[in-house]
């Protein structure tokens, strides 16, 4: 799960998917990043920890991380937040292999839109609306990529 600072939108990503895949006896692993380096070792945004614990995570314990080549080498798939994000990756890709394993999240839940999950950290009011998004993405995320192990 990559955004820019890996601080609000990843954080949120990577605890509802972790949760779900729990909840439905997947053991995946799952990691947050972001294309940025500003909040490395920082635990995620207040306001994600707070809209997180409304549903019943905890991400308290996530710490931000920038991503790298090794996310790529590393994981089955990588889900960006917005298109941005999305080249920012691509651009560490090494081959074909490693470009097919990135998707825009939304996609998962909006086939083919090329949807955003909209930055709230400048706006509290999308805390709520960014977490609706991400875990119907994440939902689709278990029931397409959850048959295939």
């Known amino acids: 799960m990559v955004c820019l600072g890996n601080i609000c939108r990843s954080p949120l990503a990577e605890g509802i998917l972790r ?18 380096a500003w909040h490395v070792g920082q635990a995620p945004d207040p306001r994600s920890q707070k809209v997180a614990k409304l549903h019943g995570i905890d991400i308290s314990h996530q710490r931000a991380q920038q991503f790298s080549p090794y996310h790529l080498e ?7 937040m917005d298109s941005s994000n999305y080249q920012d990756i691509i651009r560490h890709a090494k081959n074909e292999e490693e470009k097919n394993k990135v998707a825009l999240i939304m996609n998962m839940a909006e086939p083919g839109k090329n949807k955003a999950v909209p930055d709230p950290y400048y706006d509290d009011n999308l805390y709520e609306v960014v977490y609706q998004m991400i875990d119907e993405a994440c939902e689709e995320i278990v029931r397409e990529l959850g048959r295939k192990v």
């Open 74 to 80: 590393t994981f089955d798939r990588i889900f960006a």
């Open 19 to 36: 949760h779900k895949a729990k909840q439905n006896g997947l053991s995946w692993h799952v990691e947050s990043a972001g294309t940025g």
